[in-house]
């Protein structure tokens, strides 16, 4: 399994942006898919965005037109573009690898804090 080390959160003021990055340790060209979660406090982890390995994407309801999913395969990271951040994004962020066959490995997660 990879193992993925996420970078770039932090605290941003509403209406803000920031970029996360999950940077894997091998090549991720093999994944089925990679993904970014988010669990706030008190609250189940829930998915905020995945891509496939042919680079069709996901999102939840909350994040459609606000966050962007991207890979670049040649640097084995997988980012997530927060525009327009909310209060309600503020969350530890997951990023996540999809190997199939129900099975995932997890990053360590990265805070993000929006405040109002």
């Known amino acids: 399994q990879v193992h993925m080390v996420e970078s770039g959160g932090g605290l941003v003021q509403a209406g803000g942006s920031l970029r996360l990055s999950c940077a894997a340790s091998r090549s991720i060209l093999s994944i089925n898919a990679m993904g970014w979660y988010r669990q706030a406090p008190g609250k189940q982890r829930e998915l905020v965005a995945t891509?496939?390995?042919?680079?069709?994407?996901n999102y939840a309801d909350s994040v459609k037109g606000r966050f962007t999913i991207s890979r670049d395969n040649a640097k084995n990271t997988v980012y997530l573009e927060m525009n327009s951040l909310k209060p309600e994004d503020t969350a530890v962020y997951y990023c996540?690898?999809?190997?199939?066959?129900?099975?995932?490995?997890w990053g360590q997660g990265t805070q993000v804090t929006v405040s109002s």
């Open positions: 891509i496939t390995r042919g680079g069709n994407t």
């Open positions: 996540n690898a999809d190997y199939g066959m129900g099975i995932v490995s």
